[in-house]
């Protein structure tokens, strides 16, 4: 499978000459540092560090062992496995994986064919199914019965404490065990890749007794976290990185409803606010979210806190608002008029226009004590937003809405936006201070070996003028490899990198050669030869300069141990070494 192919599944890459950049999914950074090859098959980030293949970026970004992203990388390549794999069935999380696939088809089947789900069938048909909408998302049904599921399974050979851990089954305290989910009209939730890792539970009957509540979903498992996943998602992806926009809705019927209208760029939150880590999940396909969560003060809120998260992820957020008679969420404005919800997703609002709408409706501002805490809240919204020119715009308008002084306005966003920011990030900003000044002078290293690689007569010079021992110890070895090629090697038009690579270098010589030309090829590529001169020797200085100043106070160090011990000629010796630093 390709890297680039790959990879833009998770985040969105741009073209960097013959290679892809992005900014890192593993650290927070503003300018981009996150290289792809599709050449060489390998990503690396300059700016954490890490790098590899195709099954190196699935483990880190899924959090997955070997034979996971084995598994996972067959599947998205069409490749069978062995299916007695030892490597692959010790994996619990892969039990707990094909169990739900082997229950999202049982309940399916029931809800199908059985005559007692007659009533799901006839529910589902009221609410505006069609019989190839159920199929595609595979919703299903269980009886009300205590071990429907559990008996099912326990006959498919998977043993209860299996059952248990994949949370479909409940273990009695003092002893047997029963179904999680009875009479009920079962929801898959797939993760982004499209494996079940869980279900939401709708009740069918709400009069039965003991039943839980309206809605029951899978508890927190090893395949299922319901922070991380957005129903849907899995198969909105790609419609929503065509469009470039995301609409979050809050429950399924919602997201059922607007696939079914031919809407595909939705998913659900599921009945919550946004998390942030579905906010990152969508960001691997968009910067675009349109919210539409239900018009009830719950929905509201959900609604801003989502929108608070997503502007701390640099996304932008508009904000969906259906009309009074179009009904509370969009599976019932789809059932009622279907253009009304196009038309409303076509006018939606950017999120401030939508916070100003809300705030100002119905407020008289001839009382001062109003004007001040409207103000106040329109104040803590601005205040996230990141672009300084687009919070001027909002001041602006909050000023002749309000009739205040702006300079007034601006003092008090001054103010909201300093209290957070001394008391959350002032520390960790001088910690990353601190830790880029040590990396310093590896930094330095590899930038010079990045571009010593590509010229020959680049090599000569600096050769001439650098401490060797002044590199980063990982790269020693291979400058003077490198070096000792270049001077004894035949000249040929081929470029003096690639014959040096066919010379058998090491396995570990050849990767990091490949991490140092796509650094290459991101910053000096585009440099003209005087200026990439100019660049090489400012680092041969600055890497003379560091190691000549550790060096130094190595020699300070031991000369205070010389001198506390009375140590005399151990105190000459170190005077002369000094001496010759100078």
């Known amino acids: 499978m390709d890297v680039v192919d790959l990879i833009s599944e998770y985040i969105q890459l741009k073209p960097a000459g013959a290679n892809f950049k992005a900014c890192c999914p593993f650290h927070q950074e503003k300018s981009p540092s996150f290289m792809v090859s599709r050449p060489k098959q390998i990503w690396h980030c300059f700016g954490c560090q890490?790098?590899?293949?195709?099954?190196?970026?699935?483990?880190?970004?899924?959090?997955?062992?070997?034979?996971?992203?084995?598994?996972?990388?067959?599947?998205?390549?069409?490749?069978?496995?062995?299916?007695?794999?030892?490597?692959?069935?010790?994996?619990?999380?892969?039990?707990?994986?094909?169990?739900?696939?082997?229950?999202?088809?049982?309940?399916?089947k029931i809800l199908m064919e059985s005559s007692r789900a007659q009533t799901a069938r006839d529910y589902l048909q009221k609410r505006g199914l069609s019989t190839s909408i159920i199929e595609?998302?595979?919703?299903?049904?269980?009886?009300?019965?205590?071990?429907?599921?559990?008996?099912?399974?326990?006959k498919k050979g998977f043993g209860i404490n299996d059952l248990t851990a994949a949370g479909l089954t409940i273990q009695k305290p003092g002893g047997g065990n029963y179904d999680?989910?009875?009479?009920?009209?079962?929801?898959?939730?797939?993760?982004?890749?499209?494996?079940?890792?869980?279900?939401?539970?709708?009740?069918?009957?709400?009069?039965?007794?003991?039943?839980?509540?309206?809605?029951?979903n899978t508890p927190q498992t090893e395949v299922y976290d319901k922070s991380e996943i957005l129903f849907g998602l899995n198969k909105a992806k790609q419609e929503i990185k065509?469009?470039?926009?995301?609409?979050?809705?809050?429950?399924?019927?919602?997201?059922?409803?607007?696939?079914?209208?031919?809407?595909?760029?939705?998913?659900?939150?599921?009945?919550?606010?946004?998390?942030?880590?579905?906010?990152?999940?969508?960001?691997?396909?968009?910067?675009?979210?349109?919210?539409?969560?239900?018009?009830?003060?719950?929905?509201?809120?959900?609604?801003?806190?989502?929108?608070?998260?997503?502007?701390?992820?640099g996304t932008q957020v508009r904000v969906i608002t259906l009309p009074p008679d179009a009904g509370k969420d969009p599976d019932e404005c789809l059932k009622k008029n279907p253009e009304l919800w196009?038309?409303?997703?076509?006018?939606?609002?950017?999120?401030?226009?939508?916070?100003?709408?809300?705030?100002?409706?119905?407020?008289?501002?001839?009382?001062?004590?109003?004007?001040?805490?409207?103000?106040?809240?329109l104040l803590n919204q601005i205040a996230k937003i990141p672009d300084v020119i687009e919070q001027d715009f909002w001041l602006k308008k909050l000023t002749g809405v309000l009739d205040v002084d702006i300079t007034l306005l601006r003092e008090r966003l001054t103010d909201l936006r300093r209290k957070p920011m001394y008391n959350q990030k002032e520390a960790p900003a001088d910690k990353k201070n601190q830790a880029t000044e040590q990396n310093a002078p590896e930094i330095a290293s590899e930038n010079l070996m990045s571009i010593v690689l590509q010229d020959e007569e680049m090599l000569k010079i600096v050769a001439d003028r650098l401490k060797i021992v002044a590199l980063a110890e990982k790269h020693q070895?291979?400058?003077?490899?490198?070096?000792?090629?270049?001077?004894?090697?035949?000249?040929?038009?081929?470029?003096?990198?690639?014959?040096?690579?066919?010379?058998?270098?090491?396995?570990?010589?050849?990767?990091?050669?490949?991490?140092?030309?796509?650094?290459?090829?991101?910053?000096?590529?585009?440099?003209?030869?005087?200026?990439?001169?100019?660049?090489?020797?400012?680092?041969?200085?600055?890497?003379?300069?560091?190691?000549?100043?550790?060096?130094r106070r190595q020699i300070e160090r031991e000369m205070k141990l010389a001198e506390e011990k009375g140590d005399s000629s151990k105190m000459t010796e170190l005077m002369d070494k000094f001496k010759n630093l100078l």
């Open 136 to 154: 595609e998302w595979q919703i299903g049904f269980v009886p009300d019965v205590w071990d429907t599921l559990t008996g099912f399974l326990l």
């Open 477 to 551: 070895n291979l400058f003077k490899d490198f070096l000792t090629f270049t001077q004894t090697a035949e000249k040929t038009p081929e470029k003096v990198i690639h014959r040096f690579r066919q010379s058998n270098p090491s396995p570990d010589s050849c990767q990091m050669i490949d991490i140092l030309e796509l650094l290459y090829e991101q910053k000096f590529a585009e440099l003209s030869q005087d200026k990439l001169l100019n660049e090489a020797l400012k680092i041969v200085d600055f890497l003379n300069l560091c190691y000549t100043g550790n060096i």
């Open 242 to 313: 065509r469009q470039d926009r995301a609409i979050i809705v809050e429950g399924q019927m919602d997201v059922i409803a607007c696939h079914q209208a031919g809407q595909i760029n939705v998913a659900a939150s599921s009945g919550t606010a946004l998390t942030l880590e579905q906010i990152k999940l969508l960001k691997r396909f968009t910067n675009n979210l349109y919210l539409a969560f239900d018009s009830d003060a719950a929905g509201q809120n959900a609604a801003e806190r989502g929108i608070s998260l997503a502007l701390e992820e």
């Open 180 to 216: 999680r989910f009875r009479g009920r009209i079962m929801f898959p939730l797939s993760d982004v890749h499209g494996n079940v890792v869980g279900f939401t539970g709708r009740l069918l009957n709400e009069t039965t007794e003991n039943a839980g509540g309206k809605y029951v």
């Open 50 to 108: 890490n790098g590899g293949d195709i099954f190196g970026f699935v483990m880190k970004m899924e959090g997955m062992e070997f034979p996971e992203a084995l598994r996972l990388l067959a599947e998205k390549a069409g490749v069978e496995l062995p299916a007695h794999s030892n490597e692959l069935s010790s994996s619990a999380r892969n039990r707990i994986l094909d169990i739900l696939k082997l229950a999202t088809k049982f309940y399916h």
């Open 342 to 377: 196009f038309k409303s997703v076509d006018g939606a609002q950017l999120f401030m226009e939508y916070f100003f709408k809300k705030n100002l409706a119905g407020k008289n501002f001839t009382d001062p004590t109003v004007r001040s805490q409207v103000a106040t809240t």
